[in-house]
């Protein structure tokens, strides 16, 4: 099967109805996707597990490492059912928002936040649907009713989102439903687990805790959608594996117009720190149902790839869209061409001297620089964690990542760094002889060839696998 890889920045794609039988499925890989996103927002276990089981097949069918991110719902507030289409409600109409169930009308609405009346303060803006209806707090009996004033209105429709952007919510980051998801997920052969709605590091370290102790490999995606976040973001950055800067729900509860900088600030410290980062959010919004992207789709996807994004995201594109794979193909198409003209942007990172991995982020660091200095081909590695892929791809090379690691799920996972190709190898012998072993790999399938330096880091003794501890430049004879 034919598959466009050569790009560097990674495309997570989300799938749904509109994608997750075996031939689209086939057709997003093909076209260039990287990481399939399973929206917890959505569906059900079953429905889920099934479209697990296609994606396993798939890889062992055509020996890929699609990986899997499964993506927390989180603490999503919405309004309950309304009448009929929803109701229209004008400048200075009142509302009064209840956490007692109710079919909404134009005085009441049920909103499935259970301690809003507590929290919210008089004077505060409430956002519905995206922001396009904005509220104001007028009264709240501090049990069950917060009586609102429309600011700007709209037709109030059931289960649309509600946003507090000034609100000192009490919520935690995980609700029941989160629990009883990352329950199954664990269950499941996934690689990543993305949590919403991300106020501080100690809601990761305890998605992590949970994780560990049920012996999963999975690792953590932090989402990016709450002020308290972007003010919290060098510790979130520090506890998290990766982080994801989810513009949806964040442009709703910042200004909007400081969405390009907070994604730009928040880019830079991921690869400073090794940490990947996925741009999430309207991406190809237009192509849910266009063939073709808008001039300003086009610019915020190459804007993304030059501000070092380790991996471009699509959302309703894919999972509802009119034509997954030609969302896909052009967003693939964007990622190429700004490419050619890619420039690391800001400091090169560091090694920490305080690290305890100091000695082999020196190492990754310098296979890096002087695969960059001497023009090298490709950077060859060996890793069972993943750290040295990751820590590589932050120097961001110019030149080809390929690690290899003896665990099918790290490679699947590893697939969302940037510039990684990942390869499954388990024949540890002597050294010379592996990375005899791995530079003959990669000329048989014409990544190398006579006459190409590459660079190759390891640990040595190999058969013992401790931390990267070797680099070696090699010629191809």
Known sequence: ????????????????????????????????????????????????????????????????????????????LRIGKMTDDGVELNKGDEIVFTNEKCIGTKERAYMSYERFAKDVKVGEKILVDDGTMIFEVVDTDLKKNVTLKTLYGGILKSNKGVNLPETNISLPAMTEKD?????????????????????????????????KDSGHIAKVIAKIEKPEAVKNIKEIIKATDAIMVARGDLGVEVPIEKIPFIQKNIIKRCIQKAKPVIVATQMMDSMITNYNPT?????????????????????????????????????????????KNYMIQGKRPKADKTSKTYHSDVICITAAKTAEEVKAKAILSITESGYTAFKISSYRPPCGIYVFTSNHEMSCLMNLIWGVKSFLYNKFTTTDETISDLTNILREKNLLKKGDVAINTGSMPIKRKFRTNMLKLTVME
């Open 1 to 76: 099967m034919k598959i466009r890889d050569k790009q560097s920045t990674k495309i997570v794609a989300t799938l749904g109805p509109a994608s997750r039988d075996e031939d689209m499925l086939l057709k997003l890989i093909q076209n260039g996707t990287d990481i399939f996103r399973l929206n917890f927002s959505h569906g059900d276990h079953e429905t889920h597990g099934e479209t697990i089981s296609r994606i396993v097949g798939i890889n062992k069918k055509y020996n890929l490492h699609i990986g899997i991110l499964a993506d927390l719902q989180g603490p999503k």
């Open 179 to 211: 629990y009883e998801d990352l329950k199954y997920i664990l269950t499941q052969p996934v690689h990543w687990i993305a949590l919403s709605f991300v106020r501080t590091a100690e809601e990761i370290t305890d998605l992590k805790a949970m994780i």
């Open 295 to 339: 001039r300003a789709e086009v610019t915020d996807v190459a804007n993304a790839v030059h501000d070092g994004a380790d991996a471009v995201m699509l959302s309703g594109e894919t999972s509802v869209g009119n034509h997954p794979e030609r969302v896909v193909e052009a967003m693939n198409n964007i990622i190429e061409e700004a490419e």
